[in-house]
């Protein structure tokens, strides 16, 4: 899809300085504090995003970094066993909703409305008020660290009874869950109504850019499920000091109920942190391919069909509970249907890079990397849909390795990808391409030498949340432990030598398009994007294919 100018835009891609000028004469660019704290401009409000979710992933870095030197070796080393479940029920919560989550939020604020070819999003307030609901729901989750009692240390599933038998620290979390809950709404909403209510005359539906059509389908699904999760968490409050029963079987109630509730949730949830990331990997693979993406209409309808089954394969989670047989084939008939649309994306991929001519820069390695590893994540999830299977290696350390491989090798990398893909557009300087390199390859082998060993532990029985474990474990741990440091190492190597000499303007200045193969909205206008945009919206012909004016 190529694009050419609206004349009203042509000052601003020939000429972005006196482009800048006009703009301002008319809105005033804020300076200061104010200019982040009032924010009510998209582009501001993605950055704010996009800074939290980089410093909460930082925050989550160094707990997991202080459980793998736990597990280390055998023996007690740093945590005790009560700072170690700590550890590891807020590293959880922590990238969730603070790390991933926030993140793709931060893309969607920056891209979608350039994408579309609107001024701003829908609601610009409630987009502000959105974000800053955050920073102090994070600090509810982080703050008991420094407390006599310490955080919550009930796993980030929150199952009880244990999370009825915490201190305040887990009220503390149940508040934090909410408010990140009451954000995310808000900011899938804003998402919703600018897709569908301001793309640009011209652009319908099935012509919008794949990242649009991802996070159009995944705020439908946090609409749907994050009130679930605050059904649930309130529940657990109300157990805790209303005298509830809900999931205390004293009282007639059933902790098994929460499972239910929760998963209900989280099973949606786990692809509402990665639909996105396809997203970016359909938008990165074809402008380094230099050809269209393969099978467009297919990977919308995968896209779809993915959400839609994501609401009825929930109770894989729960294989251990006791369920009966026939519902355990069903949950495990519906889980192994998601391997389709599933594999539909993955072949189109491949299918768009084939006989192509390929470019290797750093957006499209995290792009091949991304779909190489999420692969591995997504077969052994196949592998985890077989109930006999999964009953073996239920909460082991196979679990882990799992759910990393979706979510670290899955949506971190893809976010990567997006990041060096669309980070001269946010700040008008190219990123070192030798530093972006280094970055990639040591991220995605240590990633490898970090998580792979554990699977096989898994196998070997060793369950997680444990902090001490018998010698028999003890040299896969290691070689897991020294893969995890120098993954940490390689991501503050991204923070010190890619971002801030981005965010201090450290580069050769980038041009409008500073890819061959891109194609978009996003690519019509200056670099760094002007401060406002499409004021005038792009009116499309019929292909979508060039502006009219």
Not at 324 to 348: I, R, S
Not at 435 to 462: D, K, Y
Request: charged residues 10%; neutral net charge.
């Amino acid at each position: 899809m190529s694009f050419t100018h609206h004349p009203l835009d042509a000052l601003a891609a020939n000429d972005p300085a006196p482009a800048a000028g006009a703009h301002d004469e008319h809105h005033a660019l804020p300076h200061g504090w104010r200019r982040w704290l009032l924010a009510t401009n998209h582009k501001d409000i993605g950055t704010l995003y996009l800074l939290f979710s980089l410093s909460m992933l930082m925050v989550g870095g160094v707990l997991a970094l202080g459980i793998r030197a736990e597990l280390f070796q055998p023996g007690l080393q740093l945590l005790n066993p009560e700072l170690y479940n700590q550890f590891v029920t807020i590293h959880g919560l922590v990238m969730v909703f603070g790390a991933i989550m926030p993140a793709f939020v931060g893309f969607a604020n920056w891209m979608v409305p350039l994408q579309v070819g609107a001024s701003d999003m829908a609601f610009a307030r409630m987009n502000n008020f959105s974000f800053w609901l955050l920073p102090p729901a994070a600090l509810m989750l982080i703050a008991p660290f420094f407390s006599a009692d310490g955080a919550a240390a009930s796993g980030w599933t929150l199952y009880p009874p244990l999370s009825l038998q915490m201190g305040p620290a887990m009220d503390l979390g149940i508040f934090a869950v909410h408010i990140m809950g009451a954000s995310s709404i808000m900011g899938a909403i804003n998402i919703i109504v600018t897709i569908l209510n301001m793309r640009a005359p011209g652009m319908t539906l099935m012509k919008m850019p794949l990242f649009c059509w991802t996070w159009l389908i995944t705020a439908y699904l946090l609409l749907a499920v994050m009130p679930v999760l605050a059904g649930a968490v309130t529940m657990l409050l109300t157990d805790r000091h209303f005298g509830t029963t809900f999931f205390n079987p004293a009282g007639g109630g059933d902790p098994v109920l929460f499972q239910h509730i929760f998963w209900f949730f989280g099973h949606p949830e786990v692809y509402i942190m990665i639909l996105p990331a396809f997203g970016i990997v359909s938008q990165v693979v074809p402008a380094f391919s230099r050809k269209r993406l393969f099978g467009y209409s297919s990977m919308v309808y995968a896209t779809a069909s993915i959400a839609i089954l994501s609401f009825i394969v929930w109770a894989h989670h729960m294989f251990t509970t006791g369920m009966p047989v026939t519902g355990q084939l069903f949950f495990m008939y519906a889980t192994m249907l998601v391997a389709v649309p599933t594999a539909v994306k993955v072949f189109n991929w491949i299918a768009t890079m084939w006989q192509s001519s390929l470019s290797l820069e750093t957006p499209m390695l995290f792009a091949m990397g991304f779909i190489f590893v999420f692969s591995i994540g997504g077969l052994s999830g196949v592998i985890l849909s077989i109930s006999p299977i999964d009953i073996q290696v239920h909460d082991t350390h196979y679990v882990v390795a799992h759910f990393h491989y979706v979510l670290v090798a899955g949506s971190l990398f893809a976010m990567f990808a997006g990041y060096y893909y669309w980070s001269p557009k946010w700040t008008g300087v190219m990123y070192d391409e030798l530093r972006g390199q280094i970055h990639f390859w040591v991220s995605i082998t240590s990633f490898n030498v970090g998580f792979f060993p554990l699977h096989f532990l898994g196998l070997a029985g060793m369950p997680r949340r444990y902090a001490d474990y018998p010698m028999q474990f003890a040299d896969f741990n290691l070689v897991a432990s020294i893969g995890a440091f120098v993954f940490g190492l390689g991501q503050a190597y991204f923070v010190l030598f890619v971002v801030l000499p981005a965010l201090r303007k450290r580069g050769k200045p980038a041009p409008a398009r500073p890819w061959d193969g891109a194609e978009g909205l996003e690519w019509e206008v200056p670099s760094p994007a002007p401060f406002h945009t499409f004021e005038t919206p792009p009116r499309l012909d019929a292909t979508a294919t060039r502006v009219v004016g």
